[in-house]
């Protein structure tokens, strides 16, 4: 909206042609995001503190978390409201890969929504049943994977699945990428969520992670940098870098309020669009599989789950004293905080170790 504003005016006033370069509106667009979220948060939190939205703690959790019950929760909204109006102002709207994550982004909100409403607004405990929630989470899955295999999004996508480190190995796995592309979505979208159990702890990796991101896109999208490293390129997605921009501005300014003690909580309408956009722009740029590695947390988190729950079923034996893993950690004594810093810590080294394979093929 404003990028085509400026662009128009950019043939009288030669300064706003700065507009024209993705790096510039990039960096736009994390203040914008992160400044609509710090304007508009304490609004929000009164608002939800006044209408008594606030956060169910389950019986069988943490003891030290029976006091943040009633802590305004569905803030995920203040992010997703940030992030969509960042990218409508900065981004060219005639970019279908932008409209895809808009889609992505809208999709698993409105689903997390639901979620969030049923639980929190008519205290029904159970909310949306998984079986419902996970076929939700694959048609959106499957559509976006279609929209990308299909040339929907861009006629020359290729439906080829690059692997880090190796600059040879690109098979092409054809009509079995629509599945491959929501299989990646949804388990991202809820690994994001299961993630999101202590203060901070979800949305401040995932800064790191899309910020890493931020740097694919552009990389991705620019003809002569992708070529010097090796990066299959793709055209049109370097205004993913700008979408990234802005989700990581509008992390940045939740992570304000969100941060230990804090003052609002995600919920899934914020945790499951979020996981589901990173997905969509790692499939975009064909960096699907470094989200392995630069979303390692997210990824040990889901794992521990999975491990807890197949092992005690089929052995009565649980592997970790709580799981998700951060709640492992929780029982062994470890404060809140502690645990919170040293998983941010871990998501850096992570991101880190991912921006190396650029060079590393």
């Known amino acids: ?3 085509a504003i400026t ?9 706003l042609n700065v507009f024209r370069f993705i790096t510039f509106r990039s960096a736009v667009a994390v203040m914008f995001g992160m400044g609509i979220c ?5 609004g929000l939190i009164k608002a939800l503190k006044r209408r008594r939205i606030g956060e169910e703690i389950r019986a069988d959790g943490p003891q030290s978390h029976f006091s943040k019950a009633g802590t305004p929760a569905m803030g995920g909204l203040l992010i997703l409201f940030s992030v969509i109006c960042s990218i409508l102002l900065w981004n060219s709207l005639a970019n279908r890969f932008v409209w895809l994550i808009l889609f992505v982004l809208a999709g698993f909100g409105a689903l997390g929504f639901a979620d969030d409403y049923m639980k929190v607004v008519l205290k029904n405990k159970k909310g949306i ?6 076929t939700i989470q694959g048609i959106l899955g499957l559509l976006a994977g279609y929209a990308l ?15 880090p480190f190796f600059k040879n190995i690109q098979p092409d796995i054809g009509i079995w990428y629509v599945p491959y592309a929501a299989l990646v979505i949804v388990a991202t979208s809820n690994a994001v969520n299961l993630t999101d159990g202590l203060d901070g702890l979800a ?32 055209r049109g997605v370097g205004e993913l870098a700008i979408v990234c921009g802005a989700l990581f501005g509008a992390g940045l300014g939740f992570l304000w ?10 919920g899934d309408v914020g945790a499951l669009p979020l996981g589901a956009a990173l997905a969509a722009i790692a499939l975009s740029i064909k960096q699907e599989l470094l989200l392995f590695l630069v979303g390692g947390l997210f990824v040990l988190e889901a794992l521990s789950v999975i491990v807890q729950v197949t092992s005690f079923k089929t052995t009565g034996q649980r592997i970790f004293r709580m799981a998700p893993l951060h709640h492992h950690f929780e029982e062994k004594g470890w404060s809140e905080p502690k645990v919170i810093v040293r998983f941010w810590i871990v998501a850096v080294v992570l991101a880190l170790l991912s921006l190396s ?5």
């Not at 710090?38 to 304490?42: R, V």
């Not at 401040?204 to 390129?233: D, M, N």
């Not at 309020?257 to 995600?266: L, T």
Request: net charge positive; no cysteine; aromatic share 16%.
């Open 129 to 134: 049943t998984p079986l419902r929630k996970f």
């Open 357 to 361: 394979t650029l060079k590393l093929r």
């Open 203 to 234: 949305i401040g990796p995932y800064i790191v992670a899309v910020g890493a991101y931020l740097v694919f896109s552009y990389v991705a999208g620019h003809a002569v940098i992708s070529r010097y490293l090796l990066v299959l390129p793709v």
């Open 7 to 15: 662009i128009a005016m950019s043939e009288w006033i030669s300064a």
């Open 257 to 266: 309020f969100n941060a230990y003690p804090a003052q609002i909580f995600m």
């Open 149 to 163: 295999y299909s040339g929907m999004v861009e006629p020359s996508f290729r439906s080829v699945v690059m692997f």
């Open 1 to 3: 909206m404003l990028y």
């Open 38 to 42: 710090l304007i508009l948060g304490p």
